[in-house]
């Protein structure tokens, strides 16, 4: 399946943000759906993942309450929403898919798209 995330951009402290991620290849709802991002001179951190018919998802416990996953399989769109959004969540967000449910390693994910590129100042 490939992948093409969009929606990035510069956000005050504070702010929200909502970025895409579509999917072109192969039979959407197949996949369970991640986001990733990484951070100048970090490793490719897990943010989380949703199920593939969208009613489960998981979070990087620094995450949770701040960040949300969603799809529209009608649209073969997965979305990640950012609130309160801080500084150290600058970064490369990238969105990936996986035929399996439970994993946060980007290893176990097979496919990858470009990432968008999402800068909080403050």
């Known amino acids: 399946v490939q992948l093409q995330a969009s929606g990035g951009g510069l956000v005050q402290a504070g702010g929200s943000l909502r970025i895409s991620c579509v999917a072109s290849g192969r039979t959407f709802s197949n996949y369970v759906m991640g986001w990733f991002r990484q951070a100048p001179g970090k490793e490719r951190e897990f943010v989380g993942a949703i199920n593939w018919g969208g009613d489960s998802s998981y979070y990087a416990d620094s995450l949770k309450g701040r960040f949300a996953i969603s799809r529209d399989n009608t649209k073969n769109s997965v979305y990640l929403q950012m609130n309160s959004l801080q500084p150290e969540d600058t970064a490369v967000y990238y969105c990936?898919?996986?035929?399996?449910?439970?994993?946060?390693?980007?290893?176990?994910?097979?496919?990858w798209g470009q990432g968008t590129q999402v800068t909080v100042s403050s």
């Open positions: 990936a898919a996986h035929t399996a449910y439970g994993s946060s390693l980007p290893r176990d994910f097979g496919s």
